[in-house]
């Protein structure tokens, strides 16, 4: 009996520590207590590979009240608008000015205490340099038609000489 009422005693004090807990935390300033500044935890941009003046998504862990977004190869500052519980997505739109590089991106959220810079986070590849071509019209040009026009024609008179030759060699 006196053992009964030892271990109670102690699981009453054990429950009572485990329920005081999180309570001596949230007032502490811990994620989740009232009026608790939160700081960003992960910076993910996708695509992580993008060409000048494409737009890409930043996704922030433990940024539960939105915030921005910066980066020296943005076109200017992203808001970041929260989507679950405890994270924030913005679009970012890359400068098409931006040298081909690697880039970091930096979050402050709102409510929060440390910004996160997270460093390499995409990279800006060089664009295409276009000569002449492209086209300028919609459909086959009239000189499309003459090349295409002349390897049918080609083609009709290698098969026929292809044809005379095995004929011939049939009757030999």
Same mark, same amino acid.
């Given at each position: 009996?006196?053992?009964?009422? @030892?271990?109670?005693?102690?699981?009453?004090?054990? #429950?009572?520590?485990?329920? @005081? @807990?999180?309570?001596?935390?949230?007032?502490? &300033?811990?994620?989740?207590?009232?009026?608790?500044?939160?700081?960003?935890?992960?910076?993910?941009? !996708?695509?992580?590979?993008?060409?000048?003046? %494409?737009? !890409?998504?930043?996704?922030?862990?433990?940024?539960?009240?939105?915030?921005?977004?910066?980066?020296?190869?943005?076109?200017?500052?992203?808001?970041?608008?929260?989507?679950?519980?405890?994270?924030?997505?913005?679009?970012?739109?890359?400068?098409?000015?931006?040298?081909?590089?690697?880039?970091? *991106?930096?979050?402050?959220?709102?409510? %929060?205490?440390?910004?996160?810079?997270?460093?390499?986070?995409?990279?800006? *590849? &060089?664009?295409?340099?276009?000569?002449? &071509?492209?086209?300028?019209?919609?459909?086959?040009?009239?000189?499309?038609? #003459?090349?295409?026009?002349?390897?049918?024609?080609?083609?009709?008179? &290698?098969?026929?000489?292809?044809?005379?030759?095995?004929?011939?060699?049939?009757? *030999?």
């Amino acid at each position: 009996m006196r053992t009964t009422r @030892a271990l109670a005693a102690t699981v009453a004090a054990v #429950a009572a520590l485990g329920l @005081a @807990a999180p309570a001596a935390a949230a007032r502490d &300033g811990m994620p989740g207590g009232p009026g608790s500044a939160v700081s960003p935890s992960n910076i993910v941009a !996708l695509p992580s590979v993008i060409a000048r003046g %494409g737009q !890409l998504t930043i996704t922030v862990d433990n940024c539960p009240q939105g915030g921005t977004a910066t980066s020296p190869a943005f076109t200017g500052s992203v808001t970041l608008t929260p989507f679950s519980s405890s994270q924030s997505r913005g679009t970012a739109t890359v400068s098409s000015t931006a040298s081909p590089g690697m880039y970091s *991106i930096t979050v402050n959220c709102t409510g %929060g205490r440390n910004p996160l810079t997270r460093s390499d986070a995409f990279t800006v *590849i &060089g664009g295409v340099r276009g000569g002449l &071509g492209g086209g300028s019209s919609t459909g086959a040009t009239p000189t499309d038609m #003459a090349i295409g026009g002349g390897l049918v024609a080609a083609a009709a008179v &290698g098969g026929g000489v292809f044809w005379m030759r095995r004929r011939s060699e049939k009757r *030999i």
